[in-house]
Structure formats: structure tokens, C-alpha cells
């Protein structure tokens, strides 16, 4: 009902304006003489201007804008409307009565008077809209200075002021082109290690990084700026989610770790991808997981004929399908508890649903434990995998692809050695199989369950200690998204056999990680929470590696993707060690395993190991001989 009382009232007023803006004409061409008013000739005259006006008006749909964000596309409209209205209403007079009594001069005069009168109105209720006349709420205004005079800043500028909940008192670039311009009447005081002295000067409530392209380098920068000045910060979303229309720029966020790590956004070959994900059948195995349950999400998006759920996790699945059928209610989804160890539950659903791409995501990941319980991760990564890939070959898969880690490169722990030798199981059965099978590997994402950021946020929030195992470990990283859009990427491009190494950027210190996640939570690293050195836990290095020196790498057609070509293992004897394990498995001999693994990776060492030392606050490692 509001929306057609406003729509009612916009359309009156605008017939109103013509009938001002045509007697405004009439008037000047008659010498402002009113006599020209007078008789029934006039107001017939009128009557059809109004008519053929006002149908031009409905016809552009002037009247369905709204005022308050009035601007230049509704400027161009009233220009056409007022151009296209003035020879409507030339051609309706002079078929009405051949322009009898109609001076010329009115004729062209008519349309400019019109675009003013039908303009200014707009104008000048945006510019009291924008200029926060409502005082009443003006003292709870934050202040706020804005980091980045772009496109993004000016936009948050303008919706500040137009929604009076703060008050833009200026911006900062680095551009130097932009020191003592103005942006909305907002002036931009110069560069952004400025920031320190604008904040005491003018008195800034909130500091706002209004740079969504900027890369993680630029927001560190950022951010310690805004530290160093002790002032509250936040941050817009980042490009591709504005680009993507998830979010707006209002929607104002603290930074978070993501954007401290993360990278340039990846650009994706999204058509390949949805050529070949669209309309098909795919299995995702370990869909609750944090991979798992992200290709979910993304590969809903694409429009597959169906998605079959493979968990394990009786909550994890249950989980997923909620949240699946919630965003995605017209997707065809199966929902299947079982264990890829299990044969029997793995050739049934692969039998009954016939997927035609399958990402193989489940696995046992958490290196420590796993070093203690061999058995476990060679049964799940290994026999797992193996369990998986032959039914796909045995029913007719087209492509499999199999989600592998760093830590399967010079492995010195059990789980990397079993992710090592389930690579080489499918690169091999891919010689002998119609099914392509893909190997993807990369480090460690952002947030995922088991890794050290959930970890830290719980430490954190406890008030410490932060346990950090080595001063110098460092691990490569990328968010969750990221790394499932390029494993969607790289399944699809793939041929079969190859081992796709994704591109991580430069490695991250664990230390600098935890302590960015402590000032990102308010607090001072070492006063409010202390960060502990605890050792190297068994199995664990300093650095993780992301191929093979004898690999070779080499480029594909995407930046961000890496061609590993790895070696070549005899089939016979890939299957009678497999077929070892699956005995020792049977017979829970847990000392056969890493002989075993050995025997297919014989680069697999130990890691070094450092003698702790505790001390009063900080416990400190000691290099040397075990």
C-alpha cells in the first residue's frame, strides 16, 4: 500500500510540473501576459499536452524512482523523457488541431522548463536526505575516516551520510593525486601512514579499510597502521564477494585472519567448470567435512543432475543435507552413511547412483595422532582410497579426484606417507582404468577442522597460553573457497594420471599467525596472552613442501595450478605391499605399518627432533641431538 500511495503521489506531481512547466512557456513567449490564459482553446490545448505527457512519463517510468537515491541514470531519463514528451506533444497538438494557437517558441521552450522543474525536486530532497537533516540522532554519530578514496570508499560515503549513523570527517590514499581533494564535500587529508596523526587531529571514533581489491601485503600494512594508532578498525568485504552480491558495502566486518593470509582472488575458469559439472552425478566422499562440505556447497551452485553425500559422520552428514536442501530446495541430493573402508557400502552407492565425478575427500589428517595409531590412517587413507577408486573403475566413473596434502612430499609422518602412497595407488590404477584419476595437492586451509586457527580462537578465548610448537615452523595456507574452487578447476582440466599441485603463495610463520590472531581479538601478544613454544610433536617439520625436486613442475593453463610428474611404481608390487597392509590391518599388527609405507616411500624420514627447555613464561627450544 505505501509503495502505491508514493508511487500515486511521484506520478501527480509530475503531471503537475507539466502543466507548470507548459504554461512557464506559454507565459514567456506571451511577455508574461496572463490574458493568454483565457478562453476554452487553452485549457483543451493543455489537457492534450498533459495526456501525450503523461504517457511518455508512464512509458520511461519516471515515476517508479525513488527520490532519495536519485542520480545521473535518473537524470538521462528525465532528459528523454522531457526530449520525447515535447514531440509527442507536437505531433498530438497537430493532429488535435494543427498546432492552431500553439506558438513555436512555446514548443521549445516547453521541454526545458520541464527538465528542471521535474529535476530539481529529485535533487534537492537527495541532497536533504544526504545531508542528514534529522539533527536529532546527529550526537550519536560515530566518526568515521575512511582508508581509500576509490570507488568503494566513495560509495560507503555516500551511504553513511545518507543513512545519518555516522559521519564520514575524511579519507586517506596513497594516490598522492587525491591529497586536498574533496569527495562529497569529505576531505582527503593525504597518505595512509598518516592514519596516527588524522586520528588525533580530527577526532576519528572508527577507522573503516575501504579497499576490497587490496591483497594481504596492503591489509597487514593497513592494520598495523590502525594498531600503532590505537583505534578501532573495520573492514569492507572483500572483491569477489561483492562482485558475487553476497554482500554490500555497508556491510562493514573486523578483519579476520583470511585477510591477513589470503591471497589475490583466484580467477576461475567458471564455464569449463560448469561444463563439466553441470547435469552430472557427483560424489563427494567425506561431505562433512571442511573440504567436503565446501565442494558441496560450491558444486550445488553449478546445477549438477544430482549430489551424493558420502559421510561417515552421522552429525557432519546430517549437517550438510539440512543446510543443502535449506539453499538448494529444487537440488536432487542423496544423503548415504558409510565408511569408504567399507567395500560393501561403497560398490552398493556407487552402483545405485552411477556418479560421473567423484571428489574424494575423506581422510584422517591430524599428524600426531595419527603417528601413535598407523593402523588407522593407513586403513582410512590408503585401503580407503584403494576401496573407492576400484569401485569407481568397476562402475564406470568418469573422472575421480583424489584431494591430497604437503605433507605427502618428503613425508616424516605416517599420514603424509599415506596420503604419499594412496597418490601413487591412483596414478597407477589410472594406466589400467577408462576412469581419469586426478590428484590434487596443496598445504593447509584457513579454519578448517583440526587446524591450528580454531585452536588459537579457543586458546585465545580461555585468555591463553597460545601454543605454538616451534618459533621458525611454517606451514602454506589458503582459505577453504579458495582451495575447493581450484580443486573444481583442476578436476576438470585434468587428463588422468596427473598430480595438480596448487599454487600457495609464500609460506606463513605459526608464530606470526598467532600473534596477528591476538591483536585481531583486542589484545596485546606476551602481556594480556602469553604465545608458548612447546617442541616439535612427533612426526612434525619445520617446513612443508609442496612437490618433489625430481617432479619437475610445470605450468598448465591456469596461474594457479602445477603439473607434478611423479614416478612410476611396478603395479604388482604397489599391490602385494597394499595387500600387506590390508593383512597387517586385519591382524591390527601395528609395528608392520611403517616398514610397509616405507617400502613405497622410501624417502620417508623422521623429523627432527628438539629438546624443550621450560622456562618462566615462554618455553624455549634448544637445538641438538635427540
Request: proline share 4%; net charge neutral.
Amino acid at each position: 500500500m505505501k509503495v502505491v500511495n508514493r508511487r500515486l503521489a511521484i506520478a501527480v506531481h509530475d503531471l503537475c510540473m507539466v502543466l507548470l512547466a507548459w504554461s512557464a512557456a506559454y507565459l514567456v513567449r506571451h511577455s508574461f501576459s496572463f490574458q493568454a490564459f483565457e478562453g476554452a482553446a487553452f485549457m483543451q490545448i493543455l489537457a492534450v499536452v498533459v495526456a501525450a505527457q503523461g504517457l511518455v512519463l508512464w512509458w520511461t517510468g519516471l515515476y517508479r524512482g525513488l527520490w532519495r537515491f536519485a542520480s545521473v541514470p535518473d537524470l538521462w531519463n528525465i532528459l528523454r523523457a522531457a526530449v520525447i514528451g515535447g514531440l509527442a506533444v507536437s505531433l498530438a497538438l497537430f493532429l488535435f488541431n494543427r498546432l492552431d494557437g500553439v506558438p513555436r517558441t512555446t514548443l521549445a521552450l516547453y521541454p526545458l522548463f520541464l527538465v528542471f522543474l521535474l529535476g530539481a525536486p529529485r535533487l534537492i530532497y537527495r541532497v536533504w536526505k544526504d545531508r542528514g537533516l534529522n539533527l536529532s540522532s546527529a550526537p550519536e554519530c560515530k566518526r568515521v575516516l575512511i582508508l581509500g578514496a576509490g570507488r568503494a570508499g566513495e560509495m560507503l560515503a555516500r551511504d553513511m551520510r545518507r543513512d545519518n549513523e555516522c559521519v564520514p570527517v575524511g579519507f586517506l590514499d596513497d594516490n598522492p593525486q587525491l591529497k586536498g581533494a574533496k569527495v562529497h564535500g569529505i576531505p582527503v587529508f593525504g597518505a595512509l601512514d598518516q592514519v596516527a596523526q588524522v586520528v588525533d587531529d580530527v577526532g576519528v571514533d572508527i577507522v573503516v579499510i575501504a579497499v576490497p581489491s587490496a591483497n594481504s601485503v596492503q591489509v597487514r600494512r593497513v592494520v598495523e597502521l590502525c594498531e600503532q594508532a590505537g583505534v578501532v578498525f573495520r573492514i569492507l568485504p572483500r572483491m569477489q564477494d561483492l562482485v558475487s552480491g553476497m554482500v554490500s558495502v555497508r556491510d562493514l566486518r573486523e578483519v579476520a585472519i583470511d585477510d591477513l593470509l589470503g591471497r589475490e582472488p583466484v580467477s576461475l575458469d567458471w564455464q569449463s567448470i560448469n561444463d563439466g559439472l553441470a547435469g552430472k552425478t557427483v560424489l563427494i566422499s567425506g561431505a562433512g567435512g571442511s573440504i567436503g562440505s565446501e565442494l558441496c556447497r560450491q558444486i550445488a551452485r553449478l546445477g549438477p543432475a544430482s549430489v551424493v553425500l558420502f559421510e561417515r559422520g552421522e552429525f557432519n552428514l546430517y549437517s550438510i543435507e539440512m543446510e543443502l536442501r535449506r539453499e538448494y530446495p529444487n537440488l536432487v541430493l542423496h544423503a548415504c552413511l558409510g565408511d569408504v573402508c567399507d567395500k560393501v557400502a561403497v560398490e552398493y552407492v556407487l552402483s545405485k547412483y552411477r556418479p560421473e565425478m567423484i571428489f574424494h575427500a575423506a581422510a584422517y589428517k591430524h599428524v600426531p595422532m595419527l603417528q601413535s595409531q598407523a593402523r588407522e590412517g593407513v586403513r582410512n587413507n590408503v585401503l580407503g582410497t584403494k576401496t573407492l577408486a576400484l569401485a569407481a573403475d568397476k562402475y564406470g566413473c568418469a573422472n575421480f579426484v583424489m584431494i591430497s596434502t604437503d605433507k605427502a612430499v618428503n613425508p616424516t609422518n605416517v599420514m603424509g606417507a599415506s596420503k604419499r602412497v594412496a597418490e601413487i595407488f591412483c596414478q597407477m590404477l589410472d594406466r589400467r582404468s577408462s576412469t581419469r584419476f586426478i590428484t590434487v595437492r596443496f598445504g593447509n586451509v584457513l579454519g578448517s577442522a583440526g587446524s591450528v586457527v580454531p585452536l588459537f580462537q579457543k586458546q585465545i578465548a580461555a585468555g591463553g597460553p597460545v601454543t605454538v610448537t616451534h618459533p621458525e615452523i611454517t606451514r602454506y595456507f589458503m582459505t577453504i573457497p579458495e582451495a575447493c574452487q581450484l580443486i573444481m578447476q583442476a578436476g576438470v582440466m585434468g587428463q588422468g594420471g596427473e598430480i595438480f599441485v596448487l599454487d600457495m603463495g609464500e609460506p606463513v610463520k605459526i608464530g606470526y599467525l598467532a600473534e596477528q590472531m591476538i591483536r585481531l581479538s583486542g589484545k596485546i601478544p606476551g602481556e594480556d596472552v602469553q604465545v608458548v613454544y612447546t617442541g616439535l610433536r612427533p612426526g612434525e617439520k619445520l617446513y612443508e613442501e609442496l612437490f618433489y625436486e625430481q617432479e619437475g613442475l610445470t605450468e598448465t593453463g591456469h596461474d594457479k595450478i602445477m603439473l607434478a610428474q611423479s614416478r612410476e611404481v611396478d603395479w604388482r608390487y604397489l599391490n602385494e605391499t597394499v595387500d600387506a597392509m590390508e593383512r597387517a590391518s586385519k591382524d591390527y599388527d601395528e609395528a608392520q605399518f611403517v616398514p610397509l609405507l616405507k617400502q613405497l616411500v622410501p624417502e620417508m624420514g623422521e623429523s627432527p627432533a628438539l629438546p624443550v627447555v621450560q622456562t618462566s613464561n615462554v618455553v624455549v627450544l634448544k637445538r641438538g641431538k635427540k
